[in-house]
């Protein structure tokens, strides 16, 4: 399963969004994985826009398995400040973006309709 989510750092808070990021605990990063987080990936925009990448099994499922950590709750607390909406836990606030095209999957798909790629010809 892949998931792309988005949220909202506060622009004037973005340097220290980075600075945290650059290092973040050795024991959060074990409870992400362990707790089914694969490939995951953070992006900051200019203005503050945050887009997040993850593979995982069930996403509902490893976002609770980290709920149950105490690192996690340690982490969500002290990054609250920095989001636009802090009101609620960052982890909560992931706007789910939907995903409309996969290279790898519509590959396999046409590999598997025996479908050999084409390449189009310009048109005089």
């Known amino acids: 399963m892949r998931v792309c989510f988005r949220s909202s750092v506060q622009p004037e808070l973005m340097d220290e969004y980075k600075r945290r990021h650059a290092a973040v605990w050795p024991e959060m990063l ?8 694969n490939n995951y990936s953070l992006f900051l925009a200019p203005g ?9 099994e069930d996403y509902e ?12 709750a340690r982490w969500q607390a002290g990054m609250a400040g920095l989001f636009a909406d802090s009101n609620v836990p960052p982890d ?3 706007e789910i973006v939907e995903e409309v095209f996969n290279l790898e999957d519509q590959l396999a798909s046409a590999s598997e309709a025996g479908d050999a790629p084409t390449h189009q010809k310009e048109q005089a």
Not at 30 to 37: C, F, H, M, T, V
Not at 48 to 56: D, F, K, R, T
């Open 61 to 72: 499922a490893a976002q609770a398995r980290m709920a149950l950590t105490d690192v996690n």
């Open 92 to 94: 909560e606030g992931f």
């Open 48 to 56: 503050g826009q945050l887009i997040g990448y993850v593979e995982c």
């Open 30 to 37: 074990r409870a992400l994985k362990d707790s089914g987080w």
